[in-house]
Nanobody, 121 residues
Framework: QVRLVESGGGLVQAGGSLRLSCAAS????????MGWYRQAPGKQRELVAA???????NYADSVKGRFTISRDNAKSTVYLLMNSLKPEDTAVYYC???????????????WGQGTQVTVSS
């Protein structure tokens, strides 16, 4: 009923920038928390940046000062601007959101399909 679709990943050299986008679409819904996770090979999935249900932002220490999360509520879209990219940022980046579909009482958690970000040295 709700789908999250990421875009904007790719190959970039160290020091470069990328902007990821995640758009929610489908049935009428309300978005609560929404943000970005990443998973590198052999590592656990980790939070990168997110808007909490209270509208505050959280960032992983490793990206603080380099990445910026933003959103466009009218487009049901969240963005992640990644500056000063490092090889250790290489991972699959996943969009995640807590969403309530119209007509349902509870929120559910949704994941996007992921977009690959590769940073070369």
């Amino acid at each position: 009923q709700v789908r999250l679709v990421e875009s904007g990943g790719g190959l970039v050299q160290a020091g470069g920038s990328l902007r990821l986008s995640c758009a929610a679409s489908g049935s009428s819904f309300s978005i609560y928390a929404m943000g970005w996770y990443r998973q590198a090979p052999g590592k656990q999935r980790e939070l990168v940046a997110a808007f909490t249900s209270g509208g505050r932002t959280n960032y992983a220490d490793s990206v603080k000062g380099r990445f910026t999360i933003s959103r466009d509520n009218a487009k049901s879209t969240v963005y992640l601007l990644m500056n000063s990219l490092k090889p250790e940022d290489t991972a699959v980046y996943y969009c995640n959101a807590d969403i309530r579909i119209l007509g349902y009482t509870n929120q559910n958690n949704y994941w996007g399909q992921g977009t690959q970000v590769t940073v070369s040295s």
